[in-house]
């Protein structure tokens, strides 16, 4: 499996663009986390989903954040407009659920490098 | 404010030196979970506690989850420059949702040569 893919990988734009990150999660995990990691705040969940249906948002900072997930093999973070303080590296990470588990294994992507001027 | 509380933030030492790194809370969780992270990367699980009082060994990685499920350590025994990373503690609350983690800030390792 080629696991969590993420794209782009770096994205610089400017304070006001539409930003649209994207993945696609390892295939037959129910689970897609959406995080965002800061020196400042460390790694925070902005949003997860159960089987494409959105199950805690309560991460997401703001109206300027939202995500979708349409099918079960791709998913959208998109922030509008983007703000210098969005400046971050975010991560899709998926998992599968284990019957009984308290909390599975969390495959994380490599991440996107956003960079807003 | 973060839930856990790792320490210290930095740690640096020579290869064959022996290092421990502390995550503690005050809450309780019902399961306890360490991830490394290499630069340019996600994180990347390395085990998952869930018993208060467990210890679990990964080669030369000693991980122990408190009695009271509170606070958890990891122990490295004569580390090598490949476990250089950041080490990440992640919690998982007895009344939060399935899946959903908090996580520590982090412990930053530099293993020299």
């Known amino acids: 499996d080629a696991g969590v893919i993420q794209s782009p990988r770096h994205e610089v734009t400017e304070m006001g663009q539409e930003v649209t990150l994207r993945c696609k999660p390892i295939s037959g995990h129910d689970y897609l986390f959406w995080y965002r990691q800061t020196m400042m705040r460390g790694l925070e969940l902005l949003i997860y989903?159960?089987?494409?249906?959105?199950?805690?948002d309560s991460g997401m900072p703001e109206d300027r954040f939202s995500a979708k997930m349409p099918n079960a093999s791709f998913s959208t973070l998109k922030i509008q407009p983007s703000e210098p303080r969005d400046s971050a590296v975010y991560f899709c990470?998926?998992?599968?659920?284990?019957?009984?588990?308290?909390?599975?294994?969390?495959?994380f992507g490599p991440g996107t490098r956003l960079t807003v001027l | 404010t973060q839930l856990l509380e790792q320490s210290p933030q930095f740690l640096s030492i020579q290869e064959g030196e022996n290092l421990t790194v502390y995550c503690n809370s005050s809450s309780v969780f019902s399961s306890l979970q360490w991830y490394r992270q290499e630069p340019g990367e996600g994180p990347v699980l390395l085990v998952t506690?869930?018993?208060?009082?467990e210890v679990k060994k990964l080669k030369r990685l000693t991980f122990q989850f408190g009695d009271a499920r509170k606070d958890s350590s990891l122990h490295i025994t004569a580390a090598q420059p490949g476990d250089t990373g950041l080490y990440l503690c992640?919690?998982?609350?007895?009344?939060?949702?399935?899946?959903?983690?908090?996580f520590g800030a982090g412990t930053q390792v530099v293993v020299t040569p």
């Open positions: 990470a998926s998992s599968p659920r284990l019957w009984g588990a308290r909390a599975d294994t969390q495959y």
């Open positions: 989903f159960n089987n494409n249906v959105p199950i805690d």
């Open positions: 506690v869930v018993t208060g009082g």
């Open positions: 992640a919690g998982a609350t007895p009344s939060g949702s399935w899946g959903k983690l908090q």
